[in-house]
Every structure is written in C-alpha cells, then in structure tokens.
C-alpha cells in the first residue's frame, strides 16, 4: 500500500487473464495506464488483497490483480 | 440533415455529469425508451436555444472510446458515427468532460474529432475544478485541440448558458457531415492519443492538489478491506429496513384501495362474469402487482443516490472478490440484493453490469433470491406446519425454517452462476472487473427525482401492459368453463385451472402435491402470495379477517408434513411469477432467456421438492 512508481511498460502475456493479449493492452490504455504515467496503490480488497484501487495520473481505477499483472512499474521516486 | 430539429449527441465518459448536464439542458422534456432490439436506454430531450431555435438532444451511454465493448458503448459507437439512422444521428457531438478529470475525457475528444462530425467540447463541473485549484485554459485548449472548448455547471441556474450560446454558433454554421476517418484505433493509435491529450493537459492546465481531500478521507474508511465490507453491510441493513418498513404504510393503503374498488364493482349492477373478470382479474391482478411500487420507488431512491454519491463503484468493488467465487461480477451484487425485495426492479437494475453475459447471469439468478412475495406462502406453511419451539435453547425453530429457506435461495442462485460460467459459458471470456473510482459528489435533488420518476413510469408501464395481460389469461384459466347449475363445489373446481390440476397430477404425485394444490398454484403464477388467497378459494374459506389462520388450519388437518415441506422447496426455486418471467424477456429482448428461465428453475423446483418429500416419506413423514 501506498507504492509509487511510474509505468515502465505493458506486458500483456504477464497478465493471467482471459481476455486476448492485445484487447486487454488497449483496455488498460483507454483507463490511462501508459508508459511515464505515475502510479500509486491505494486500496486493496480483504481478501488476497484483491481486486486493487490504482491511482493512475488523476483518477483512480479499479482492478483485479491479474490484470494489474501486465503493468510493470520501476518503483523510482516521482519526480 | 434534418433543417427542422439538428441533433446534438452527448458523449463523454463514465461519470463525467453528462447526464445531470442532460437533465439540465432539457429539464421534464426529455423521454426514455429503448434502442430498437437492445435494451439500452435511449434518452431523448428537446430544447430551445437563446437564439429560438429548437433542437434535440440525445444522451448517449458514458464510454472511454468509440471501440465499443457493452452494448450500451456499441450504441454510443453507432450513434455517433450515423449507423442507428432515425432521430439519433448527430449533427454535433458535444464531448462531455469532467473538468477535475481532463486526462482520459480528452483522448476521447481527440478520437471524437475523427468522426467527421462537428465536435465541442464542455468542461463540466467547473465550479468543483475551481474549488479543488485546478486552472484550465480554456482558449489554449480550444486552440490546440481545434475544436470550440466552452464551461459548464450543470447543477447550477445559468451554468449551462455559454454552452448554449456556442451550441447555437455551431447550429447557424452547421456543415455537411464530412467523412468520417475513424475506425478501431489499435494499441499504438491509443497510446498515441492518450500522449497527445497529456500533452495538451500539461499545455492548458495547471493542478492544484492532488487528491480531491473529500474522496480521499472519506476512501480511507469506506474501501478499507474490514470497515469497508462492515459499512457495506450496515448500507444495505438501513436499507432493507426502509424497503420493509417505509414501504408499509404506502402498500397497506394501495391494498386497501383496490380492495375498496374490487368491493365497489362487486355491489355494481353488473353481470356477475363481467363482474368477476373486473374484481378477480382486473383489479386484484394489476393491483398485486402495484401494491409493489412503493417498495421499488424505495429500493430506486437507495439506488440512485448511492450511484450519483459515487458510492456503487465501491461496493461493487468491496463485493468483487465475494461474488467472483461464484462466477459473478461485482457489480451483480445490488441487483441481487434488490431480488430480496422484488425480482422486478433486481432484474431491471441490471443495466450497471456492462458485460452482456455477466448481465445474463445475473438476469437469470435473480428470481432465486427470496421475494418479498413468498413470504406469504412460507409464513403460511410454516406456521401450520413447523412447531413453535426453540432449538438449542435459544434459537426458534420457524424462524430458523425461515432462515433455511432463505438460505436455499442464496446457494441456488451462487450454484447456477457458477453452473453457467463453468460449463456453458466456459469457451468465453472472462469479463476482466476494471472500472473508474469516481470522486464523490452530492446527489442532485433534481436528477434524483427524475430519475424515480422514470423507474417507476418503466415499472407502472409494464403492470399496464405485459403483466396485465398474464392476468387476465390466468383468470380465464381459473373462471372458465363456468361451474353448472346447483353446482356444490367452489367455482374454480370446474374451471380449465381444475382440469390443468388434475391433468399433471400424474407428474405432481411423487412431489406430494394433491390437486388442490396443483390448482393454487396456477393462480399463483400471477404473482406466489395469490397461492395464499386461491387454496382459500379451494377450501371454500370467506376472506376477511382471520382467514390465512383458518386456510392454515385446513391444510394442517389435510397435508402430511412431507407435503407441506415439498411445497416449501417447490417455492424456494419455481418460476412461480408471470411478472418476472414478462420482465426478464423485456430486459433481454428475447423469448429465449425467458424459456431459459422458466424450464431451468421448473427443473430445480421439481427436483427439489421430489428430493425433499421422498426424504420426509422414508423418515415416515410422508
């Protein structure tokens, strides 16, 4: 909880998800997720700490952790 | 083009306040109904601009892209880009943008430009961006973006004036719809756009904070993994308790009203069949299904503040992991809940689950959760049948058969869901659970009641048409033939219900059923509690006061045990409600689901009720 970092890349065939790689890639850019944005991890569910709730530039977006999978994030300081 | 009336669409994303911008802009004259073949909601206004002119507005479902994935964003999708024909073809788009919330709203505007259509754009809430430090320069952003940028306040007198005045503009200058260049953007096309709108956010606007401070605060507790689920729960207690509660008064007085008109035509002049088809079918048929309004006006209330707060998301995201064990989204969690009540609004408040299939899900399990109309039935056998005294030492025994019951619905429905995406839907897929955490916002008076007004409009609609006319077939079925002359048993004995009664006693024996019942249930496919009033009819038992006791003590005297608990389980799951199965083919556009659900809950009721008498018949209780 409370990590930041800013997206390094999407990596789609890391996520365990049903959707077809390139489907879930664009989803996840539609919802803002791009390389340089900065992300931070607000909340997790209670159970197995999923689904998530990401701050990703100024909104914040719900997700399970299988998704989140595909975003790689380098944990440096925010500018 | 149509010179007459120009057409304006408003798209925007999820949350953005395009819909209390809508409400706004066209006030009372506006209308809902639903895109021919689907059962999305197609919102259209009028309205009249400074300059005179009339126009119409449409409101399209919120999206994050013309690439479509609901079909709510299938229609925004051929809406916009002139496929739907008819009156909802735009003449301008107008991208609705929450200002505190630029980002993703302007890689929208940026693929809305492609359409070939004049597009404008409006930053809504402005007076929330300006409260929270956030400066947005809006003739920068018009100038990089080309396309005119206007504000708006859509809860404010006045705050939608300079987008009328620029509407107006644009309406005097309106060009040919040019040619549309857009098509799927793929992965690179979107990153482009979304680096294209960062850029022109860090040109034209300057943040204040970070966080809006209310949300955030108000997150800390209300997503907490414990308080969350613990405030959840005490959400949803307060409101059961005012959908039993408040609603009381309200039903008692509709009740006593169509009673009070039944008794009117029964003293009429009239012929006593004409008589009977207006008292027993008519009036108590529309009026056991309207004596639900209050109930669902309540539920709706909940519903629509709970949504406009921004707080569904939440649950949905609270309930995700609960409800994904069993094969359901998390945002099926309020229109099962809602089932508790009545399966009618449940069925009908499906509409927030985007995916088609996991609203299909939902649509079909949510006859399984207890109605409020079994209640009727079950406090009826129960109370005949269940002895009054507690178990270990504490706990009531009817209660607890209550309890069961409830029970045995809840893990009907999660086995079902789970039946269906396991096996039938397996090859599919899975539907990933992604969705915006809206700031909170407080619910608009104004929208509010507009939109109880629209549910319960939808609702009073369908008593009036569909459900009325299930009524009327199942009083022909319980009044016709008539009984003979000197006949000595009630009337229904000789009605086609009788006949249908004794016919499937050959395939109702095993369950325990004798015919009597076989026949009350007929009449309780109007809606289950009718069940009550026809096995007194059967009986031969005077209504008024005192006469569910006495039916009680009838059935007690002339059913085994066995019986009365096969019929408990034959309630828990039968598709024993016209209302609902005319609601589900509504809401699914197809006489498929209907069948779906009416021969798979049949199925479930049969085999529930054979396993529960066989059982009793071998522990001697037969």
Not at chain 2, 301 to 313: P, Q, T
Request: glycine share 10%.
């Amino acid at each position: 909880m409370g990590f930041r970092g800013r997206i390094r890349a999407l990596a789609v065939e890391r996520a365990g998800t049903g959707l077809p790689g390139p489907e879930l890639e664009r989803r996840l850019i539609e919802l803002g997720f791009v390389e340089g944005a900065e992300v931070e991890l607000l909340h997790q569910g209670l159970f197995g700490g999923d689904p998530i709730a990401v701050r990703v530039a100024h909104a914040t977006i719900a997700l399970r952790r299988r998704e989140a999978m595909a975003i790689l994030v380098s944990d440096e300081a925010p500018v | 083009m149509s010179a007459a009336a120009p057409t304006i669409a408003l798209v925007g994303n999820p949350n953005c306040g395009k819909t209390a911008l809508f409400n706004a802009l066209t006030g009372s004259r506006q209308k809902v109904a639903n895109y021919p073949g689907v059962t999305v909601e197609k919102k259209v206004g009028h309205l009249m601009t400074p300059a005179g002119r009339s126009l119409q507005i449409v409101d399209l479902p919120g999206t994050y892209s013309l690439r479509a994935r609901s079909p709510d964003e299938e229609i925004t999708r051929d809406a916009v880009l002139g496929r739907l024909g008819g009156d909802v073809t735009p003449d301008l788009i107008v991208c609705v943008a929450d200002a505190s919330n630029l980002r993703l709203a302007l890689r929208l505007a940026l693929e809305l430009k492609r359409v070939g259509r004049p597009v404008m754009l409006s930053l809504n809430m402005m007076d929330i961006a300006r409260k929270r430090g956030i400066e947005i320069d809006a003739a920068r952003l018009a100038r990089e973006l080309g396309v005119p940028v206007v504000s708006s306040v859509a809860v404010r007198r006045g705050g939608t004036d300079e987008l009328l005045r620029e509407i107006d503009n644009a309406v005097a200058s309106l060009a040919a719809a040019g040619v549309s260049s857009w098509k799927a953007p793929d992965a690179g096309e979107l990153r482009g756009g979304q680096r294209e709108a960062d850029r022109l956010l860090d040109a034209a606007v300057r943040r204040g904070g970070e966080r809006d401070v209310t949300t955030a605060r108000a997150d800390a507790v209300l997503l907490h993994p414990v308080a969350g689920i613990v405030i959840l729960l005490a959400i949803l207690f307060v409101m059961f308790q005012a959908v039993f509660a408040w609603a009381r008064p309200a039903m008692d007085a509709i009740a006593a009203g169509f009673t009070w008109l039944g008794a009117l035509v029964g003293s009429a002049p009239l012929p006593d069949l004409l008589k009977s088809f207006l008292k027993d079918g008519l009036i108590a048929g529309v009026g056991s299904v309207i004596v639900f309004l209050p109930q669902i006006v309540i539920l709706f209330f909940f519903i629509l503040v709970l949504e406009d707060l921004g707080y569904m998301a939440r649950a949905a995201f609270l309930m995700d992991r609960i409800m994904g064990g069993a094969g359901l989204h998390g945002r099926a969690f309020i229109p099962l809940l809602s089932s508790f009540a009545c399966a009618i609004p449940g069925i009908m408040s499906t509409r927030v689950i985007d995916d088609r299939r996991d609203r299909l899900t939902t649509i079909l399990v949510a006859p399984l959760m207890t109605c409020s109309a079994r209640i009727p039935v079950y406090t009826l056998i129960i109370g005949a049948f269940i002895p009054d005294r507690d178990v270990w030492g504490f706990v009531g025994l009817q209660g607890l058969v209550m309890f069961g019951l409830y029970a045995a619905g809840i893990a009907g429905a999660l086995g079902v869901s789970f039946v269906l995406k396991r096996l039938i839907w397996r090859h599919s897929v899975g539907e990933p659970f992604m969705l915006e955490l809206p700031d909170y916002k407080i619910p608009q008076a104004k929208s509010l009641a507009i939109g109880l007004w629209t549910r319960a409009t939808i609702f009073l609609k369908r008593a009036g048409t569909t459900i009325l006319s299930m009524m009327v077939l199942i009083w022909v079925l319980a009044s016709f033939p008539q009984p003979p002359e000197g006949a000595t048993e009630p009337a229904i004995s000789y009605s086609l219900a009788a006949m249908i009664g004794s016919a499937i006693q050959p395939i109702t024996e095993p369950l325990g059923f004798n015919w009597q019942i076989n026949v009350a249930l007929i009449p309780g496919m109007a809606a289950r509690e009718v069940a009550v009033g026809a096995l007194g009819t059967i009986y031969a038992i005077d209504g008024g006061e005192g006469a569910a006791e006495k039916i009680g003590q009838i059935v007690a005297g002339q059913w085994s045990l066995g019986t009365a608990l096969a019929l408990l389980a034959w309630y828990v799951f039968a598709p024993q409600c016209a209302s609902t199965l005319a609601v589900i083919r509504r809401e699914t556009g197809s006489w498929k689901w209907m069948w779906v659900t009416f021969f798979y809950m049949l199925a479930l009721a049969y085999v529930a009720a054979l396993a529960t008498y066989q059982i009793a018949r071998a522990l001697g209780a037969g």
